[in-house]
């Protein structure tokens, strides 16, 4: 098994499949005949495969949960921001096969391309052995429900302020800086055209995320 494979848990018995899920279009585009191919087919596949697991999962989890509010955890659960994070804790930018301009670029390290891997690998578990080890895979690093109710900011703060009497509010770009392949983004939100937090990320979500947790520590609504 390769370091990936253990960290995972799964082995892949159609090594081709496991090969294609890190390699990046940039890779293949330099390397056509000597690669099998690039894993945009199969993020595609995994996107889907791991939307239906998500909304399983929170459908069986959460009985009391109305649909609007199950469509919000799984947002969470399987956007870019989330997906990348799981990336990290896998060490997957380890194993992906890039170009060398994406390479050189710093896209072994950006959170779209990172997010796209997850799935493409979700996928080619799912196409490797069924369902059932995709689930456990997608189950163990992605789904983890207690993490999306307590860092989904937006959500909450969005929950909070939508108690009578309801208060309107907004998210601004205010900043960015640092290059286009480790972009620095600060976001206020207003409530009320008054700021009530400020926070900075690698993406524009994140940094809408970080300053609605500083609106919520203001507003006295953290754990």
Not at 72 to 77: D, G, P, Q, T, V
Not at 199 to 220: D, Y
């Amino acid at each position: 098994m390769t370091p990936l494979e253990e960290r995972i848990g799964y082995r892949f018995l159609r090594a081709t499949l496991y090969e294609t899920a890190l390699t990046h279009s940039s890779h293949y585009n330099e390397n056509r005949n000597t690669s099998s191919g690039c894993n945009e087919r199969l993020e595609f596949l995994g996107d889907s495969v791991l939307g239906f697991l998500a909304a399983e999962y929170l459908y069986d989890k959460y009985e009391d949960k109305t649909e609007g509010e199950l469509t919000r955890m799984r947002a969470s659960l399987v956007c870019e921001t989330s997906l990348a994070a799981v990336a990290r804790v896998l060490g997957l930018s380890d194993a992906l096969r890039l170009g060398k301009g994406e390479e050189m670029s710093g896209g072994r390290h950006r959170a779209s391309l990172l997010a796209d891997a997850v799935e493409a690998v979700l996928a080619a578990i799912y196409l490797d052995g069924g369902m059932e080890p995709a689930r456990r895979f997608t189950r163990q690093f992605i789904l983890d429900a207690g993490r999306v109710e307590k860092s989904d900011y937006k959500t909450r703060l969005q929950e909070v302020l939508q108690r009578d009497p309801p208060r309107q509010y907004t998210y601004h770009l205010v900043a960015q800086s640092g290059p286009d392949h480790a972009k620095v983004f600060t976001v206020e939100v207003r409530i009320s055209d008054i700021t009530a937090g400020r926070g900075s990320g690698g993406s524009k979500k994140e940094a809408e995320q970080a300053a609605a947790k500083s609106a919520l520590e203001v507003l006295g609504e953290t754990d």
